[in-house]
Nanobody, 131 residues
Framework: QMQLVESGGGSVQSGGSLSLSCSVSGTYDSYCLAWFRQVPGKEREAVAAIDTDDNTSYADNVKGRFTISQDNAKSAKNTLYLQMNSLKPEDTAMYYC???????????????????????WGQGTQVTVSS
C-alpha cells in the first residue's frame, strides 16, 4: 500500500509561481512518481515524471517552466515536489501525484507514461491561474 497526499495548490496571477508537494508513504521503497493534471471534461494528462535515480521527463507544454524533484528516492517515506514558474491560465487544473511501485521504471526525457500505468493517487490539489 501507498499513501499520497498533495498540498500547496492555490490561486496565482499569470506569470506567478506555485510549489506543490506530495507526501509519499507506504510499504514500498522503489517506485516511479509523477504529476498529472486534469480540467473538467478532459482526460488527465501527465505533466512530469521522476524515477529513483532522479531522471526526469516533462510534457512539452511545461518544459522549462516546471521542475519535478523528490527528497528521498529509494525510501518508503518521500516527498515529491513540483515547482511551477511562469504560470499561464492554461495551467489551471486539478493536480495529482501518482506512484507506481510495481514497475522497474526508468524515466526517459521526453517520454511520459499514461494514467493507467500508475496504481496509487493522491486526492488532488487545485491550481488556478488568472490572466
Amino acid at each position: 500500500q501507498m499513501q499520497l497526499v498533495e498540498s500547496g495548490g492555490g490561486s496565482v496571477q499569470s506569470g506567478g509561481s506555485l510549489s506543490l508537494s506530495c507526501s509519499v508513504s507506504g510499504t514500498y521503497d522503489s517506485y516511479c512518481l509523477a504529476w498529472f493534471r486534469q480540467v473538467p471534461g478532459k482526460e488527465r494528462e501527465a505533466v512530469a515524471a521522476i524515477d529513483t535515480d532522479d531522471n526526469t521527463s516533462y510534457a512539452d507544454n511545461v518544459k522549462g517552466r516546471f521542475t519535478i524533484s523528490q527528497d528521498n528516492a529509494k525510501s518508503a517515506k518521500n516527498t515529491l515536489y513540483l515547482q511551477m514558474n511562469s504560470l499561464k491560465p492554461e495551467d489551471t487544473a486539478m493536480y495529482y501525484c501518482a506512484a507506481d511501485p510495481f514497475t522497474v521504471c526508468s524515466v526517459i526525457p521526453g517520454e511520459l507514461r499514461a494514467e493507467y500505468e500508475y496504481n496509487y493517487w493522491g486526492q488532488g490539489t487545485q491550481v488556478t491561474v488568472s490572466s
